[in-house]
């Protein structure tokens, strides 16, 4: 009884002791252990290690208000920060925070190593880029430097870039071609449906005159159903993208959907990317990444040029969608934007400006023009990857877009 008593006495004793430590080690790693981090905490092994990796990209927090590293936004505060300029020692930092950091981290932290500290043409070197983590954000990277890239690199370049695209098509194809398929037969009706290609829910609706209470049944005098969208009759797409520097992870992911569209054989795809110059890349669709290495990120922005380029091309306006991905900061003619909006919109086009094609949420944007875009029933928002299948399906069967809450996360 005595010996009981006592375990529960020092467990009682400890355990507020061992949380207090914990508490300070956190604090003290992201406070950065500057003589003003106030924690009086000292680190070792696997702890100080990490501490290295911290403090060679946000450096040791002196200088900065309220003495947290890292911080987003911190404008001009004095860092001193260890990489220094070559890709040897940047390679070995890229492999010490995938040993302490979870994925996740390790590619915020590349991205703030490039943000921050200037490493964009490190990236040029095969070395560097064997180390990275390779993300959406590492791929929109890589496309900025394309130009610049040497031929040594261009290869392991491109493992990157396909290793990214490949991972997206994993995620995104089976679902977008069970989701498209399924609403391409539904846009094909028929007025004489065999029986399996009934829509009851169609008919009943269509038919709720002819209910006879009596009998609680309703009388169809019409079957509305769907057939099997025919080979002969495709839906044509047409996937407008702006080059902009903004616009790389929304590239990356349109260039990923556009490759899915193209295999699927009642759906014809175009996809045209443009800056200041239209350059149409339907004849690469087979393969994401080189579509992705014809594009150049940066420049200016012309959306009427892209989208009278689109509109001379479309064949059949009733059958078509166009989807216009860019962040609407137009450098062209305003008003004949609109005007060739407004015409598709008047043929029979299925219209839509998507902000963003990425998971980032809502980027900046020109408001006038995406308000302008709405007041003519072509709606504008941000889509994320996931939602893209269901925007695609709704244009297709010619339904409401289903347009996000902005004001969710």
Request: charged fraction near 25%; aromatic fraction near 4%.
């Amino acid at each position: 009884m005595t010996t009981t008593t006592t375990t529960t006495t020092t467990s009682a004793t400890t355990t507020p002791t061992s949380d207090a430590d914990e508490r300070l080690r956190r604090w003290r790693l992201v406070l950065g252990g500057d003589s003003a981090d106030g924690t009086g905490h000292a680190l070792a092994g696997r702890d100080a290690a990490m501490d290295g990796t911290l403090t060679a990209l946000y450096g040791n927090g002196e200088g900065q208000a309220g003495g947290a590293r890292g911080a987003k936004g911190s404008g001009g505060r004095s860092r001193s920060a260890g990489l220094g300029a070559s890709a040897p020692s940047v390679a070995r930092w890229l492999g010490d925070i995938r040993t302490y950091f979870p994925g996740s981290v390790v590619q915020v932290m590349q991205r703030d190593a490039i943000e921050r500290l200037g490493l964009s043409t490190l990236l040029l070197e095969p070395e560097m880029l064997e180390a990275v983590e390779a993300d959406v954000h590492l791929v929109g990277a890589l496309l900025s430097l394309n130009k610049a890239m040497p031929e040594t690199t261009k290869e392991t370049a491109r493992a990157v870039v396909r290793k990214v695209v490949d991972d997206l098509e994993k995620r995104l194809a089976t679902r977008t071609r069970s989701t498209l398929t399924g609403a391409l037969d539904r846009s094909a009706k028929v007025s004489r449906p065999r029986h399996r290609d009934i829509d009851w829910d169609r008919t009943i609706r269509a038919n709720l005159k002819n209910y006879l209470p009596e009998h609680r049944t309703v009388v169809p005098e019409r079957l509305v159903g769907h057939g099997r969208a025919s080979r002969s009759v495709k839906k044509e797409v047409v996937l407008c993208i702006d080059q902009s520097g903004s616009m790389a992870a929304s590239i990356v992911y349109a260039a990923v959907f556009g490759a899915v569209l193209a295999s699927m054989r009642s759906v014809a795809t175009r996809l045209v990317v443009f800056d200041t110059a239209v350059v149409d890349l339907t004849d690469q669709l087979d393969d994401p990444v080189d579509v992705l290495f014809g594009t150049q990120l940066g420049g200016g922005t012309d959306i009427n040029r892209a989208l009278a380029y689109c509109q001379e091309r479309i064949t059949r306006p009733a059958d078509t969608v166009v989807v216009l991905i860019s962040d609407l900061y137009e450098g062209g003619i305003r008003d004949g934007m609109l005007k060739r909006v407004a015409a598709m919109k008047a043929s029979g086009v299925q219209f839509m400006a998507l902000l963003a094609l990425s998971d980032e949420g809502t980027p900046a944007y020109d408001r006038d023009h995406a308000a302008a875009l709405a007041a003519l029933g072509a709606p504008a928002f941000a889509c994320t990857p996931d939602l893209f299948p269901e925007v695609m399906a709704a244009a297709i069967e010619k339904r409401p877009i289903p347009v996000p809450d902005p004001s969710r996360p």
